[in-house]
């Protein structure tokens, strides 16, 4: 599932191939993906309109247009962009696409979809209507403003990093990495920590965000250029630790299969 290091790969991607171009036709191949919104009035507001600035906030990317309001992309578990060159052929499962008058297109996949293309008139009261908490990797995110969130939630460690409305961006497989590489149990109750591990969590999960961000996550071969030590790589049926080599543990929190390492992650 794409989540902040992911949306952050797209975000560059529709700023590379789509910022300050002028949109000829908007081609939706599939309506749903846009819930009530009808393919008409949708590819209306966006014909002969251009894309002037690109925004991440958690899992979701606005686009500002130039006539008003804002292009709002969610890819749910499969979604993506891809930069089309003309004569190129269409990504399979495209669901809209965004062709420019000067050459190529902005092709929105998702196989599953689970996603959603829209325009929203804000990108802030988008964020405030959704119940967003912070982005994960804003820089007015600080340690002080982390504990403040997190403190008295008397819930796993896991399940608060994966709460949107704490902090956006994470899902189930950045946190088993942050956790992993902070050494905490999935399953501690987040209450319950130490303020030194606390911390130690805060700094945990802004290094390994920026670390995929860095790497390229959402592209091919991504976890082969993460760093030696990662929990990515090996987290699969039959994975191992790559510190210990203890066969990584699987359990299900909030309906989703979280690994660790029951010998470095105890607790």
Known sequence: MPELPDVEGFKRVLA???LDKTIDRVIVNDARIL???PAQTFAARLQNSKLTAAHRHGKYLMAQIDRGGWLLLHFGMTGGL???HKGDDE????????DF???GCLAYTNKRMIGRVS???DASAFIGEEGLGPDALDPRLTYSAFERAVLGRKRDVKSVLMDQSIVAGIGNIYSDEILFQARINPLQRIDRLAPADRKRLFNT???VL???VARGAGSEQFTERMPRGSLLPERKRGGRCPRCRSLLKTFKVGGRTAYCCPRCQRG
């Open 210 to 212: 920026r670390t995929a």
């Open 16 to 18: 590379r191939c789509a």
């Open 101 to 103: 008058s000067d050459d």
């Open 91 to 98: 990504p399979p499962f495209t669901r809209v696409r965004f």
């Open 119 to 121: 325009i929203v008139e």
């Open 82 to 84: 891809e930069c089309v």
């Open 205 to 207: 999960m802004r290094r």
């Open 35 to 37: 819930g009530k919104l």
